[in-house]
């Protein structure tokens, strides 16, 4: 098929581009870029220039490519777009993403409609944000938590629209995991190592994670099956920060971490974080391996922690 990669520079699209590639596949990645291209190019695909925030810029971009199947892998969280990561100040750290996924993806939609393209994967989340109500493992019958009155809210409510329009235009979204991997968790490493990653209370909220490669594949099928829905893209083990955090520490040869109590927490990290830790939801996967036929290369964060972090 021609696949249409918006986002084909970013974390995931450096592994999903070589692999729909090395699928038989011909593929248009976009970045925002030009010193990107050469990059893009090497990795077997024809690379372009795209603003997805203008409307122009991707109706001529996906005409021009003329796919079978846009990918949406655009996001802002780069320290280039959206900067150092604050999570104590999330509405206005994430508004780079929260802009590519309400005008960007209406943007993809209209170009996809436009050009008569007939198919739309987009990437979601599913790593902590499930409704904290009930058992701790959510399925994609379970709404995401929009967290309301926080700073989270806007780019909870961001994930809920490419839910709402690309499901009603017949596509996919796909709620990956919190990503790992080369490139995915290298500020998370940081912090590990300096000891400035808490253990926040009794460490109870539960997030789910997944592998670089394996958020590919399971895209790369969803792309070939033409699937249709919402799928969580998680590993299968979803599990509490007092569990895999440690994990991560040992794994990154840091001293174990320091523990917060969640009063400090919410002083110095803020209300969404002190959330994340102690109240967070993981999920289940059962749905995108009984309907996509997709297993995991890392089905647990612990052999993917060990093995698959560099």
Not at 41 to 54: F, P, S, T, Y
Not at 206 to 227: G, N, R
Not at 230 to 239: G, K, L, S
Not at 281 to 301: D, H, Q, T, V
Request: proline content about 5%; overall charge neutral; aromatic content about 8%.
């Amino acid at each position: 098929m021609r696949v249409f990669v918006a986002g084909g520079s970013g974390v995931l699209g450096r592994r999903l581009v070589p692999l729909l590639v090395a699928r038989g596949h011909q593929v248009t990645a976009t970045t925002t870029s030009a010193d990107k291209l050469g990059a893009l190019e090497a990795l077997g695909a024809r690379a372009v220039v795209m603003d997805g925030l203008d409307a122009l810029s991707v109706g001529e971009a996906v005409a021009a490519a003329e796919p079978n199947v846009i990918v949406h892998q655009m996001t802002g969280i780069s320290l280039a777009h959206a900067g150092k990561p604050d999570l104590k100040h999330f509405d206005r750290w994430s508004v780079p993403t929260i802009r590519l996924r309400t005008e960007g993806t209406d943007h993809l939609l209209a170009a996809a409609e436009a050009s008569g393209v007939p198919h739309v994967v987009a990437q979601g989340y599913a790593n902590w944000n499930g409704i904290r109500e009930g058992g701790w493992v959510k399925t994609e019958d379970d709404p995401l938590d929009l967290h309301e009155g926080t700073a989270a809210y806007p780019a909870m409510a961001a994930l809920r629209h490419v839910e709402d329009t690309v499901v009603k235009a017949g596509g996919a979204v796909l709620r990956y995991g919190g990503f790992y991997g080369p490139g995915a968790t290298d500020d998370q490493l940081v912090l590990v190592r300096k000891r400035q990653f808490p253990l926040v209370g009794d460490g109870t909220g539960y997030a789910s994670w997944i592998h670089l490669d394996d958020a590919a594949t399971a895209t790369a099928l969803a792309v070939e099956q033409k699937a249709k829905g919402v799928f969580n893209i998680v590993d299968d083990e979803p599990a509490p920060e007092s569990e895999w955090l440690p994990y991560l520490a040992r794994c990154a040869g840091a001293k174990k971490p320091m523990r917060l109590p969640k009063w400090l927490a919410r002083l110095l990290a803020g209300e969404v974080v002190v959330t994340m830790m102690t109240e967070g939801r993981g999920f289940s996967n059962a749905k995108a391996k009984r309907e996509l036929g997709w297993e995991p290369r890392y089905p647990s964060w612990r052999q993917g922690f060990k093995e698959g972090l560099a």
